[in-house]
């Protein structure tokens, strides 16, 4: 079975930087595209970025420009690069996997977050 396994998470003071990671395990054979979502205590998950297979991107308002988001194929991972946070950037993390080729093929995998707490 494939899963997503999420790292990178932690406590950071507004301004700092953060690199979160996801890896697919099991056997794959291609991942089409990635992203990357968060919700807040209290609020609904949001979109936070995307990327296609082409390596192709799109960011919400309220992180393009802070934040990127890249792929390593051979690794299996994704990674979402996070600059200048915010105290508002506090969530759990989670990572998707949209078209899996495995064994089987998935439409969807989601990773199980990882916590980022920005705060002095």
């Known amino acids: 079975q494939v899963q997503l396994v999420e790292s990178g998470g932690g406590l950071v003071q507004p301004g700092g930087s953060l690199l979160l990671s996801c890896t697919a395990s099991?056997?794959?054979?291609?991942?089409?595209?990635w992203g990357w979502y968060r919700q807040a205590p209290g609020k609904e998950r949001e979109l936070v970025g995307t990327?296609?297979?082409?390596?192709?991107?799109n960011y919400a308002a309220s992180v393009k420009g802070r934040f990127t988001i890249s792929r390593d194929n051979a690794k299996n991972t994704e990674y979402l690069q996070m600059n200048s946070l915010k105290p508002e950037d506090t969530a759990v993390y989670y990572c998707?996997?949209?078209?899996?080729?495995?064994?089987?093929?998935?439409?969807?995998?989601w990773g199980q977050g990882t916590l980022v707490t920005v705060s002095s």
């Open positions: 990327i296609t297979s082409s390596y192709n991107r």
């Open positions: 998707r996997a949209v078209g899996v080729r495995s064994t089987r093929w998935y439409d969807e995998i």
């Open positions: 099991g056997s794959i054979v291609s991942i089409t595209s």
